[in-house]
């Protein structure tokens, strides 16, 4: 057998295992620690993060489908005006869009639910990155494909949703996935404006236990497996979607 | 059936076509032959509208575009449904299969009821010989069939007039027959077809007419067997000689 090499991380967790092995009654708290707090960070999950992500996301492809054709019109003020959109959300930080909606707009007059606030600041998020891989997913397919649709008597609007927003679709599927997996994790910023998604849910429970290394970690992987499902998820859509093209 | 008169087309400093005049009556076939760079295509496209002439009048069974006034995007749509057009590459819809290539345009923009759709599509493909393939995807069509799907797509809307852009000109050798025999079916159906091509058998055996293009202009017409074997002008005896 090959020698365990000893490193300093693996001398930590080596320590940290001791701590439990030798006091059984804290190895007894920690896991009725974990225990308890499952079900707290889970319906963090199920009301906040998760209804959250999936409602962003709705808006945020809307969006970014609207502001990906308003780059790729003639129509000048569009275009511009998708421009500055997508620069001004690319060039800030969530974390900053997120305290201007929340708590900034208040000084104009503006108060708006948490919730909605969350909302709107990753719908625009999602909104801006997204266009990108949508107008290039658009710009990606054929020319003859707007052609064929036209010559059978198809309007703009009938070409782009018959033809070229499905195929547009299949190229787009691997990026968006990815935003989307983003999103997932992203929605822990939403807990400094004051939802109690999951993470949020973490931050109360030690701040009452101080065991952080264990809750934060039960999040993490509560998190891991979100995002894990999705991925298989992505995988389903990309192979459904491949059945045209041998 | 089609009438064309002092039709025009610029990119921006190119002028492409420089003043075309053609009738084209009910049930007859025009092959449009020409060198590269001639206009032709250009031509066939601006009939249909792809591409929007400069000036000039377009007529098709009765109806009139008028290009020195502004058209409207409605007037171009219903013109566009006279005319059914066979592109060089194909340009299926590689997300449908071939019976739903075929059903999309009468379900879509005709409004047909699916039942009755569907009905005819298949019809169709089974007259352009792919009755055992209407399910499968573009993807797994030979070239040859993928343009007789194209064919059936292009009928299905039951255009009045039918354009064929060098339709054989992607194909292998082999499979051009499968579709040259399809357009010769259509030709003695009586359909009034434009054909761009290369094929100067299929000029031969099922043209009324043979129009030869260059730079631009419509430098001679005629019917086949004059203009193959006794062409008047000393383009058109050029241009022959390099590709016969």
């Known amino acids: 057998m090959a020698p365990i090499r000893k490193s300093p991380r693996n001398g930590l967790v080596k320590m940290y295992l001791s701590n439990i092995a030798v006091d059984p009654d804290r190895t007894a708290r920690l896991i009725e620690i974990a225990k308890t707090s499952l079900w707290p960070l889970l319906e963090g999950a199920i009301s906040y993060t998760i209804p959250l992500t999936i409602i962003s996301f709705i808006f945020g492809l809307l969006l970014a489908i609207l502001t990906a054709l308003a780059r790729i019109t003639h129509v000048k003020i569009l275009q511009v005006i998708a421009r500055i959109y997508v620069s001004a959300i690319r060039g800030t930080p969530l974390l900053v869009q997120l305290f201007i909606i929340f708590y900034g707009l208040p000084n104009v007059g503006v108060t708006l639910d948490p919730f909605i606030s969350a909302v709107i600041g990753f719908s625009l998020n999602v909104g801006a990155y997204a266009s990108e891989t949508i107008r290039a997913a658009i710009l990606s397919i054929s020319k003859g494909q707007w052609e064929a649709g036209y010559s059978i008597g198809m309007s703009y609007s009938q070409v782009l949703q018959r033809i070229i927003l499905p195929q547009a679709a299949r190229v787009s599927l691997p990026p968006l996935s990815n935003t989307f997996i983003s999103l997932v994790k992203d929605t822990s910023l939403a807990s400094v404006v004051l939802i109690t998604e999951m993470f949020r849910r973490a931050q109360e429970i030690t701040s009452r236990n101080y065991e952080f290394l264990l809750v934060y970690t039960e999040a993490a992987l509560i998190y891991w497996v979100i995002c894990s499902f999705l991925s298989v998820l992505q995988q389903y859509m990309e192979k459904r979607l491949d059945r045209y093209d041998v | ?244």
């Open chain 2, 1 to 244: 059936m089609i009438s064309i008169k002092g039709l025009y087309k610029q990119f921006d400093q190119l002028e492409v076509l420089k003043g075309i005049d053609l009738e084209v009556e009910k049930g007859k076939v025009v092959v449009v032959i020409g060198p590269s760079g001639s206009g032709k295509t250009t031509l066939l496209r601006c009939v249909n509208v792809l591409e929007t002439p400069t000036k000039g009048v377009l007529t098709i069974a009765g109806q009139t575009l008028d290009f020195s006034k502004n058209v409207s995007k409605k007037s171009i749509a219903s013109f566009r449904r006279l005319t059914g057009m066979v592109f060089q590459n194909y340009n299926l819809f590689p997300h449908k299969t071939a019976l739903e290539n075929v059903m999309e345009g009468p379900i879509i923009v005709k409004g047909e009821d699916k039942a009755k759709a569907r009905k005819k599509a298949q019809e169709l493909l089974e007259k352009v010989g792919l009755g055992d393939k209407i399910d499968d995807y573009p993807s797994r069509l030979s070239g040859g069939q993928k343009q007789r799907v194209g064919i059936a797509r292009a009928m299905a809307m039951e255009p009045e007039v039918m354009l064929f852009d060098e339709p054989t000109s992607a194909l292998d050798p082999e499979l051009v027959g499968e579709v040259l025999k399809v357009m010769k079916d259509l030709a003695r159906e009586g359909m009034t077809m434009m054909v761009v091509t290369h094929e100067m058998r299929f000029a031969r055996d099922a043209a009324d007419e043979v129009m030869f293009m260059d730079g631009g202009v419509v430098v001679e017409r005629n019917k086949p067997n004059e203009i193959f074997s006794n062409p008047k002008e000393e383009r058109t005896k050029r241009f022959l000689n390099m590709i016969m």
